[in-house]
């Protein structure tokens, strides 16, 4: 039996707009968090706290922060990929820390200059830090399929790197789907080894839709009891140090489905596709999800 409820952590903010070459205003960052607050989400990734060299895109991410108009039911958290960007994160009242590293060595030093075993004690000080604070904290995994330097990756190699992550006290953890390579059956022998060592309420699954297979996957993950998801307005996204990372799963296409399938999210699919609409608007871009072509000609 699938679940009843799911949650939707909207992540396009972060995840979507850093996938983005030309600069898009503060304001603009700022309106959009504003609209996806009024559509019934209750979490949006709003940005990262990472190098602004790394990430141009997102070194607005204290302004925005600072002057996004609040709802208290809401989380609002963002990327943090050291001390330095958690005294950033911390100055403008965060709600919630992402922490962030890859199941894979190739990706892990792509994307955040370290081996595995070198991230580990920086992240610890991070959740360390966010903890005292009074915050929770979220972990990523990414290439928890396969990674675009090294190949497939184990189901242990993720067993393994997710132990270390919950012993540092992370509250939740975001499976990765960098690159959007997986498939049901690769999904569900992973989901099958960590539901062997992690209860499934503490895991949220992170498709990107690269080769069209993220509902697909989301259908997996909800049969072995899965009830948190991560998408992206309008099917925003990518990793901008894994090539041929594409946007996330969109949040309305994954809207769609589970309504239509009497799963409840409590969002509203019209204020969402609206919302894509702005999204298009403010990137000069028309998007990608089906819902959002819809929307576009009614
Ligand atoms: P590094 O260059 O190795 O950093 O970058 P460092 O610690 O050697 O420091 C070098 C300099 O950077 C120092 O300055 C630091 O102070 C400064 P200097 O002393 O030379 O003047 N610095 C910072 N400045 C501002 N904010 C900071 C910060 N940290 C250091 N936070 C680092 C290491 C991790 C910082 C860098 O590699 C980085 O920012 N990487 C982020 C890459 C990124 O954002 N990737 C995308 C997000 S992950 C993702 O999309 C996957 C996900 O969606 C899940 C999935 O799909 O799988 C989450
Ligand atoms: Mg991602």
Not at 91 to 111: L, P, Q, T
Not at 187 to 194: I, K
Request: with cysteine.
């Amino acid at each position: 039996q699938l679940p009843k409820q799911v949650q939707i952590k909207e992540v396009g903010p972060r995840d979507g707009l850093q996938n983005e070459t030309t600069f898009i205003p503060t304001e603009e960052k700022i309106q959009l968090v504003n609209r996806l607050s009024e559509s019934g989400l209750n979490y949006i990734e709003v940005t990262s706290f990472v190098h602004p060299k790394w990430i141009p895109q997102l070194a607005d991410a204290v302004e925005v922060l600072k002057e996004i108009k609040r709802n208290s039911a809401i989380t609002y958290a963002a990327l943090v990929p050291n001390s330095k960007g958690l005294a950033r994160a911390l100055d403008v009242g965060v709600d919630e820390v992402s922490i962030f590293m890859s199941a894979s060595e190739g990706h892990n030093k792509s994307n955040i200059n370290k081996s595995i075993d070198e991230t580990f004690p920086i992240l610890k000080e991070v959740v360390d830090g966010a903890l005292a604070a009074g915050k929770t904290v979220r972990g990523y995994i990414s290439t928890v399929i396969a990674c675009p330097y090294d190949g497939y990756t184990k189901p242990e190699q993720v067993v393994n790197v997710a132990e270390k992550l919950f012993d540092m006290g992370i509250s939740e953890l975001s499976l990765g789907d960098t690159t959007g390579v997986g498939v049901p059956t690769q999904v569900d022998a992973l989901l099958h080894e960590m539901l062997r060592h992690f209860k499934g309420e503490k895991l949220a699954m992170h498709f990107h839709d690269t080769r069209g297979t993220a509902i697909a996957n989301v259908m997996t993950s909800l049969a072995h009891g899965i009830t948190k998801f991560d998408s992206a307005i309008g099917g925003l996204g990518g990793c901008p140090y894994a090539k041929g990372a594409s946007g996330n799963v969109a949040t309305e296409d994954l809207l769609y489905f589970l309504h239509e399938m009497g799963i409840e999210t409590g969002v509203s699919l019209e204020k969402i596709q609206q919302t894509a609409l702005y999204v298009e608007g403010i990137i000069g871009k028309t998007l990608s999800s089906k819902l959002v072509a819809i929307a576009r000609e009614e």
